[in-house]
């Protein structure tokens, strides 16, 4: 069955570092979609991209998709304490409506 | 727009025992998905339901059920009680079942089995 897998699965870094979260999918997606869940809270929706080699940016986070719809990353410019949470991405395979999660990165951040 | 709600926020069980779950979806969302949520797997689908079919179903034994209401609400249900089955359990709604519907989740049912 379709595997998502996400490294790092911690990461701590200094408030104001950067920060990336790799995703990679065993089988080619359709889309694929990021979440963001903070500690003792429930995932939240942040973006979806569709498109092959697909870049969206909200404020410090850029998203992309890579070529082969097979893997994708979330990076954070400049981490801000109100980034520490798990970030997930999930995709659904192509001709598979059944969405996947990704094993999370755990983010934590030290002021 | 009232959010996702889960009841109960929290259960207590005994093995052998079953529990339902309960969850109302976003008005107007007529696809509920559910998922277990624990630390060492993550988030596992268990399944789908739109328009009170059952859309989608994860690898989940024949103990954990679910249903749909004709008012979108959903329920699920596992009988038979395993420690095992300790988990976070969340719900999930989105306005049509398919790739480009992004999903809304509840707070969760963090149920205990002793």
């Known amino acids: 069955g379709q595997q998502v897998m996400q490294i790092p699965q911690y990461q701590h870094v200094q408030e104001g570092e950067d920060f990336t979260t790799y995703c990679n999918s065993s089988t080619t997606l359709s889309n694929i979609q990021w979440y963001k869940q903070r500690p003792g809270g429930h995932p939240v929706f942040l973006i979806q991209l569709v498109k092959s080699g697909e870049v969206k940016k909200q404020k410090r986070l850029t998203f992309q998709f890579g070529e082969a719809k097979k893997n994708s990353s979330l990076h954070i410019t400049a981490t801000q304490t109100t980034d520490v949470g798990t970030y997930f991405c999930a995709g659904r395979s192509v001709g598979n409506e059944k969405l996947t999660f990704g094993t999370g990165t755990r983010l934590t951040i030290i002021p | 727009k009232a959010g996702v709600t889960q009841t109960p926020r929290y259960l207590i069980k005994t093995r052998g025992q079953q529990v339902t779950l309960s969850c109302s979806p976003i008005?107007?969302?007529?696809?509920v998905s559910w998922y277990q949520q624990t630390p060492g797997q993550g988030l596992q689908f268990l399944f789908e339901y739109f328009s009170e079919t059952q859309r989608n179903k994860g690898n989940f034994p024949g103990r954990f059920s679910g249903r749909q209401f004709s008012n979108s609400r959903s329920e699920m249900n596992v009988s038979t009680l395993e420690l095992g089955d300790s988990a976070l359990y969340l719900c999930?709604?989105?306005?049509?079942?398919?790739?480009?519907?992004?999903?809304?989740f509840g707070n969760g049912t963090r149920l205990t089995v002793t």
């Open positions: 999930a709604s989105s306005l049509i079942s398919g790739r480009n519907s992004p999903l809304h």
């Open positions: 008005s107007g969302h007529r696809s």
